[in-house]
């Protein structure tokens, strides 16, 4: 692509992404004002043997990021949901790389396993998990909070939905899951490229996740595992390497994004102690708009890319067939013509007026387990403010990304509970 310029505030380069998350919340603002559909060159190859030498398009508006998102036939996900490029997307990334009809089967079929008994349960056990967690991490009175609660509550509770009973597997896969997310961050450089890093995670993820696919095919139990294993829709199930591959995809997308939004959730109400106030003096009716509004100030996915698969015109650009389109929500989600006074945090803000896209822009894509990840939310957020009452927080360590808006260090003191 050479039809238009490169504009000055280029997204690609990793060190970009090491500076301080308000210089690119600034940079997303300049584009929104200026280019809100905007050409880059491409990124660093993750990889010396991977060949990443496409550019992209930015589309940064919230409307823009609407329109692409709900245009599937023009916009496949076929071609990989990254700004960079990773080779055999599919065989990592389950049914979100693909497009009608082969995704609206998969998520017909995900979607009958979530009758109301089984929501109720995982309800339930929810929150049985958190007050459990809370249990050893409420007497401790310091320590790092990724570790002793936003990690370990989704990670024991999506080791549940496998059925994993171990506590040694279970850890395993809560380290495998971060490290999926973290494909460019120093902690893993040890491993080799982020390619490496990356493909090594989802791997040794998709070999549990088939072993216990195949166990629960054979005797299926109680756990979401076994759900997704029996359900039909109009005679169709996913074949036990499908369940596999869906299930190393949970364990890492969405185990990771809640756990980086609860971090997020922590630090923004350490920083606005009225605004939690406020929430706790009506939790059962303020929880939901809370929870929104820090997923609208912090979400735990920064973009989804899609691939044009015909010419488009979008925000006075023609984006041509082929080109790869990077929907950032970290700045749909500040766009000054949908938010009022967006940069900040505003837990009033109705359900109406806060049509976030921290699970995406809609369409057939739009986040599935996105009420799942607000349940734990809450949960974490009752059981967290009502026993660590004087819970202060420290500086965020932010993950190395330009995809996972991740936490991966948060230390954190408070009156230690009586046991």
């Given at each position: 692509m050479t039809t238009t310029e490169t504009v000055d505030h280029n997204l690609s380069p990793l060190e970009f992404w090491a500076k301080p998350r308000q210089v690119h919340h600034e940079t997303f603002k300049w584009l929104r004002e200026n280019k809100p559909v905007s050409w880059h060159g491409p990124p660093e190859a993750l990889d010396p043997n991977l060949d990443n030498a496409q550019?992209?398009?930015?589309?940064?508006?919230?409307?823009?990021?609407?329109?692409?998102?709900?245009?599937?036939?023009?916009?496949?996900?076929?071609?990989?949901?990254?700004?960079?490029?990773?080779?055999?997307?599919?065989?990592?990334l389950s049914f979100i790389v693909t497009d009608a009809p082969r995704h609206t089967s998969f998520r017909n079929i995900i979607s009958v396993a979530f009758t109301p008994k089984h929501i109720k349960k995982v309800e339930e056990d929810t929150r049985r998990t958190v007050r459990e967690i809370i249990d050893h991490a409420a007497p401790l009175g310091e320590g790092d909070l990724c570790e002793l609660i936003t990690k370990e509550v989704p990670g024991r509770i999506f080791a549940s939905f496998f059925g994993i009973a171990d506590r040694d597997e279970r850890q395993y896969v809560m380290d495998l899951s971060e490290q999926m997310g973290a494909w460019s961050d120093p902690?893993?450089?040890?491993?080799?490229?982020?390619?490496?890093?990356?493909?090594?995670?989802?791997?040794?993820?998709?070999?549990?996740?088939?072993?216990?696919?195949?166990?629960?095919?054979?005797?299926?139990?109680?756990?979401?595992?076994?759900?997704?294993?029996?359900?039909?829709?109009?005679?169709?199930?996913?074949?036990?390497?499908?369940?596999?591959?869906?299930?190393?995809?949970?364990?890492?997308?969405?185990?990771?994004?809640?756990?980086?939004?609860?971090?997020?959730?922590?630090?923004?109400?350490?920083?606005?102690?009225?605004?939690?106030?406020?929430?706790?003096?009506?939790?059962?009716?303020?929880?939901?708009?809370?929870v929104n509004e820090c997923l609208r100030m912090e979400p735990p996915l920064m973009h989804f890319r899609r691939t044009a698969v015909s010419d488009y015109e979008l925000g006075g650009e023609t984006i041509k067939a082929g080109d790869k389109v990077v929907l950032w929500y970290i700045s749909g989600n500040r766009d000054g013509e949908v938010f009022e006074n967006p940069d900040t945090l505003d837990v009033t803000r109705a359900a109406k007026s806060n049509p976030h896209q921290a699970f995406g822009g809609g369409g057939p894509h739009y986040c599935l387990g996105n009420m799942l990840g607000k349940q734990m939310l809450k949960a974490e957020m009752w059981e967290i403010?009502?026993?660590?009452?004087?819970?202060?927080?420290?500086?965020?360590?932010?993950?190395?990304?330009?995809?996972?808006?991740?936490?991966?260090?948060?230390?954190?003191?408070?009156?230690?509970?009586?046991?």
């Open positions: 550019g992209y398009w930015s589309v940064v508006k919230h409307a823009d990021i609407r329109e692409v998102s709900r245009n599937p036939q023009v916009f496949s996900s076929a071609e990989g949901v990254f700004l960079d490029d990773f080779p055999q997307l599919e065989t990592m902690e893993y450089k040890h491993i080799g490229s982020p390619l490496q890093v990356f493909a090594d995670a989802t791997s040794r993820l998709g070999e549990v996740a088939l072993r216990h696919a195949k166990e629960r095919q054979k005797k299926p139990t109680e756990d979401l595992m076994s759900w997704v294993s029996q359900a039909q829709y109009e005679g169709e199930k996913m074949t036990v390497e499908e369940v596999g591959v869906f299930f190393a995809l949970l364990a890492g997308a969405a185990n990771d994004t809640t756990r980086h939004s609860m971090a997020h959730v922590l630090a923004l109400f350490d920083q606005h102690p009225d605004q939690l106030a406020y929430v706790f003096e009506d939790f059962d009716n303020r929880a939901d708009d809370a403010y009502t026993r660590m009452k004087d819970l202060k927080v420290g500086e965020r360590t932010i993950m190395l990304s330009n995809f996972m808006n991740g936490v991966m260090k948060m230390p954190g003191t408070w009156t230690p509970e009586k046991r």
